[in-house]
């Protein structure tokens, strides 16, 4: 077992009378993921060759597009969390609703809400919409794995009781409630192993899918990260606790539908998306 490494969630905090500010890991990683991801953009952007003519948007406009992102991603990942997770409780406490600083976003939700932005964003400067979600779709891993990070600082959204080697003993309440067994319990770092597929390996294989003129076949690397974040996401759920919300005591693992939890469920429309963009994308000529 290995104990959880003493991270404060907050790196520092400035404290001026009544006033007081305070800089989190999560932020950073929301802040980093954006930041890395537009520039990322920019560079798709400033080459040609990659897309097999003239790319879809002049670099500059990178920085626009950025603004809307940004109003996608937490306007989306919020409600998705409070439609998907706790729709009961935010409905009797809608002032609770934009409290963001409290916590609770969701990662479809944020993708629905990135996707919409973009969308309109495209249509309105005359910018090809799929081409544009390629470039997004190259970018986002890295978000991923910045933020599944800070889900790890945060002791959040910890795995299922382990005895493997490498299960890590969480403070608080995630040590003390493992059926059967006395005393602190270790759990899957499933926070980890999200970074590792999501982030690193996704990021690694779209990488490599640019390189060999994956950008000249429209829709081909947005459907390689629908499905392999799907993929992903429906495998890393067995080693993940569910959500408070869905547990009782007649139903300890959370199961929402067809003996699955609501993160696979709503990872199953993404996978059975991105395998009809791929198939689509290698069905027709490159550019």
């Avoid at 104990?3 to 905090?13: A, G």
């Avoid at 409290?99 to 969308?119: P, Y």
């Avoid at 408070?244 to 693992?253: E, G, K, M, S, V």
């Avoid at 059975?272 to 027709?284: V, Y």
Wanted: glycine share 12%; charged share 15%.
């Amino acid at each position: 077992m290995i104990p959880f490494p003493d991270i404060s969630p907050e790196i520092f905090t400035i404290s001026l009378g009544s006033f007081q500010f305070s800089l989190r890991w999560y932020a950073l990683a929301y802040l980093a993921g954006l930041v890395l991801g537009a520039w990322g953009v920019w560079r798709l952007m400033k080459s040609d060759r990659l897309w097999g003519g003239a790319a879809p948007m002049e670099p500059g406009r990178v920085e626009e597009l950025l603004t809307w992102i940004v109003g996608g991603v937490v306007i989306g990942g919020r409600l998705g969390f409070v439609l998907f997770y706790q729709p009961g409780y935010y409905l009797a406490n809608p002032v609770e609703i934009i409290k963001v600083w409290q916590g609770g976003m969701a990662f479809h939700g944020g993708f629905a809400g990135v996707v919409i932005a973009a969308w309109w964003w495209a249509r309105r400067n005359a910018v090809p919409a799929l081409r544009l979600a390629d470039a997004l779709a190259v970018v986002a891993p890295a978000g991923l794995f910045f933020g599944r990070i800070a889900n790890f600082i945060n002791a959040e959204l910890w795995g299922r009781p382990t005895d493997l080697p490498w299960g890590v003993i969480f403070p608080g309440e995630a040590a003390q409630i493992c059926p059967g067994i006395e005393g602190p319990c270790a759990r899957h770092p499933s926070q980890l192993y999200e970074a590792g597929l999501e982030g690193l390996l996704l990021g690694l294989i779209l990488l490599i899918l640019v390189w060999r003129g994956g950008l000249r076949r429209p829709g081909l690397a947005l459907g390689v990260f629908l499905a392999g974040y799907a993929a992903a996401r429906i495998f890393v759920e067995f080693f993940r606790v569910a959500d408070a919300q869905f547990i009782t005591p007649d139903n300890p693992l959370g199961r929402v539908a067809l003996g699955i939890s609501m993160g696979q469920l709503l990872s199953l429309p993404m996978l059975a998306l991105g395998l009809l963009f791929i198939f689509r994308a290698m069905s027709r000529p490159p550019a």
